[in-house]
Every structure is written in structure tokens, then in C-alpha cells.
T-cell receptor
Framework: DSGVTQTPKHLITATGQRVTLRCSPR?????VYWYQQSLDQGLQFLIQYYNGEERAKGNILERFSAQQFPDLHSELNLSSLELGDSALYFC??????????????FGQGTRLTVV | DAKTTQPPSMDCAEGRAANLPCNHS???????VYWYRQIHSQGPQYIIHGLKNNETNEMASLIITEDRKSSTLILPHATLRDTAVYYC??????????FGKGTLLTVNP
């Protein structure tokens, strides 16, 4: 158990819909990272927050947005869903602001299926 | 993050040491070498990281060459549960970890 909690574990929704994925970081961790893993793309970095502020953006679509709340949990919002958005979405957390010289702990992921 | 090159797959016999190589010839001086693994669609798991010196923890050893252009992850006594995709990442000096395709290590009985 990494200490990072992601909910829900599985999500099935229709195209055009909007969903929210939730992540609770390890106790004491201030950074949250979101990754998308699809079969043909591997693990793709989406976005990172540190103590409530956005710190880095990766290949995140405009239809996707995220935020980190004062209690440090984070939500990833996916809207106007397309079939290609079907993937595993992982959240990770770390204590430090950046990924340097520290380990990141990953949750077990949310499997999103868009039908 | 610096580009890394890993073999796509490797086999290892159970109980033997697994040595996973990684090439990161463009690594810069302040970039770390990280190893993570992912067991069948579970969340990636941190294994070890280092900058210049060799490192060892309860899971593995990391050997970094003196010129830092390559490294080797050593699992001293591989078990069937070590079958996973192993990712070598060179970087992390910014805010993200960039995962490549990794090496699928299969531990055989």
C-alpha cells in the first residue's frame, strides 16, 4: 500500500460526458502528479501541483483540468469524453516540490472506459 | 529529462540476480537516475534512485558508471513476483518523471 488513494477504481461512462477522478496523497506529501496510461502511449505526465499551486503541465488536453484543494487532495476533471480517453489514470505524490531527489508514490489508478 | 535506452525485454531465472541495464548518455550533472517498476497495470512502484554513487536498499542495488552515462539495476535474488516492467528515468530535476517504454523482466521458475 503506497498510501495514495484514488477513487473510483473503475469508471464507465459514455462519450460526451464529464467525470471527476479523485486522489488523496500520502499523509504529509505536498506534491500531486497525474499520469495517463493508455495501451499505445505508455505513461504520460499530465500535470503537477504543489501545495495547491500548479507547477508543471505535460500533455494535458484542454478538455482536462485539475486542481489541488487546501486539504491537499486533488481532482482531475475530464470533460467531453471521447473513446480515446479510455485509459488508466494514475495519481502520485511526493513530499518535495519537484520530482528531483525524491521518490514518488503512486496510487492504484482509476480505469476509465468511455463507451 | 534525459533520454534513456533500455532493452525491451529480459528473462531471469528465479533465485538468480537480475541485472537490468540502462543507457542515459545525455544525462546532465544535476539529473538523478531513478528506477520504478510496474506490475501488470498496478501503479508504478519506486525502487531506488541515485546521482553519482552506487546505492543499495532493501529492494535493489543501483550501479552508476563513473561517467554517469549508464547504470544497472540489480535485483539480487529475483522471485516470480519481480516480473514487471522496469522503468529507468534520468531526470527529475524539474517537476515530472518522464517514463519510457521500460524493460519487461520475466522471472522464470
Amino acid at each position: 500500500d503506497s498510501g495514495v488513494t484514488q477513487t473510483p477504481k473503475h469508471l464507465i461512462t459514455a462519450t460526451g460526458q464529464r467525470v471527476t477522478l479523485r486522489c488523496s496523497p500520502r499523509s504529509g506529501d505536498l506534491s500531486v502528479y497525474w499520469y495517463q496510461q493508455s495501451l499505445d502511449q505508455g505513461l504520460q505526465f499530465l500535470i503537477q501541483y504543489y501545495n495547491g499551486e500548479e507547477r508543471a503541465k505535460g500533455n494535458i488536453l484542454e478538455r482536462f483540468s485539475a486542481q489541488q484543494f487546501p486539504d491537499l487532495h486533488s481532482e482531475l476533471n475530464l470533460s467531453s469524453l471521447e473513446l480515446g480517453d479510455s485509459a488508466l489514470y494514475f495519481c502520485a505524490s511526493s513530499f518535495r516540490e519537484g520530482a528531483g531527489n525524491t521518490e514518488a508514490f503512486f496510487g492504484q489508478g482509476t480505469r476509465l472506459t468511455v463507451v | 529529462d534525459a533520454k534513456t535506452t533500455q532493452p525491451p525485454s529480459m528473462d531471469c531465472a528465479e533465485g538468480r540476480a537480475a541485472n537490468l541495464p540502462c543507457n542515459h548518455s545525455t544525462i546532465s550533472g544535476n539529473e538523478y537516475v531513478y528506477w520504478y517498476r510496474q506490475i501488470h497495470s498496478q501503479g508504478p512502484q519506486y525502487i531506488i534512485h541515485g546521482l553519482k554513487n552506487n546505492e543499495t536498499n532493501e529492494m535493489a542495488s543501483l550501479i552508476i558508471t563513473e561517467d554517469r552515462k549508464s547504470s544497472t539495476l540489480i535485483l539480487p535474488h529475483a522471485t516470480l513476483r519481480d516480473t514487471a516492467v522496469y522503468y529507468c528515468i534520468a531526470g527529475g530535476s524539474n517537476y515530472k518523471l518522464t517514463f519510457g517504454k521500460g524493460t519487461l523482466l520475466t522471472v522464470n521458475p
